[in-house]
T-cell receptor, first 110, second 112 residues
Framework: ETGVTQTPRHLVMGMTNKKSLKCEQH?????MYWYKQSAKKPLELMFV???????ENNSVPSRFSPECPNSSHLFLHLHTLQPEDSALYLC?????????FGSGTQLSVL | DQQVKQNSPSLSVQEGRISILNCDYT??????FLWYKKYPAEGPTFLISISSIKDKNEDGRFTVFLNKSAKHLSLHIVPSQPGDSAVYFCAVEGGSQGNLIFGKGTKLSVKP
């Protein structure tokens, strides 16, 4: 248990659906991240939030929309996704140089 | 182009022997390096790290070696155990604002 909880663990959605991924951490960290892990690719940084403010958007398509209402919660809103967006989406919080990851949401877009 | 490279997608080792996982990086300005371990259906967990002022850091069965001139990092696990079977990611603190850059990972299988 890393202290970072992601829901749902699995999600199947059609290309016209709208869904949201949720991440919650109770570690008292002020930085939260979304990463994408596709098969045979490195972990790709998507978004970074520091003290609820977005400090990095790594050229992510607008069909992914993050939201950080407070330092403990992070959402990733999904709409009109493509099949190539199927991947494991990982949330993390950060203390010093270390990231603490959630278990991820395995997303399949049909 | 990848800034962090793990050229071996997989490695198979016998229980009790040494596992050596390798990582190469491109930028000599990187100064903090980490290894993460990932089991299926779980997120990566921090394993061990090393600063560029050191060339070795040891934690129990895990040792990380840093060769700055070669821009090469390795993780040694000895003795290897079946529970060590996982995907190992090398990461460097080198992105914008000090964000971590990850390699593709190496899947380690330790056979009983």
């Amino acid at each position: 248990e890393t202290g970072v909880t992601q829901t749902p663990r699995h999600l199947v959605m059609g290309m016209t659906n709208k869904k949201s991924l949720k991440c919650e951490q109770h570690l008292g960290h002020n930085a939260m991240y979304w990463y994408k892990q596709s098969a045979k690719k490195p972990l790709e940084l998507m978004f970074v939030y520091n003290f609820k403010e977005q400090t990095e958007n790594n050229s992510v398509p607008s069909r992914f929309s993050p939201e950080c209402p407070n330092s403990s919660h992070l959402f990733l809103h999904l709409h009109t996704l493509q099949p190539e967006d199927s991947a494991l989406y990982l949330c993390a919080s950060r203390a010093n140089e270390k990231l603490f990851f959630g278990s991820g949401t395995q997303l399949s877009v049909l | 182009d990848q800034q962090v490279k793990q050229n071996s997608p997989s490695l198979s080792v016998q229980e009790g022997r040494i596992s050596i996982l390798n990582c190469d990086y491109t930028n000599s300005m990187f100064d903090y390096f980490l290894w993460y371990k990932k089991y299926p259906a779980e997120g990566p967990t921090f394993l061990i790290s090393i600063s560029s002022i050191k060339d070795k850091n040891e934690d129990g069965r895990f040792t990380v070696f840093l060769n700055k001139s070669a821009k090469h990092l390795s993780l040694h696990i000895v003795p290897s155990q079946p529970g060590d079977s996982a995907v190992y990611f090398c990461a460097v603190e080198g992105g914008s604002q000090g964000n971590l850059i990850f390699g593709k990972g190496t899947k380690l299988s330790v056979k009983p």
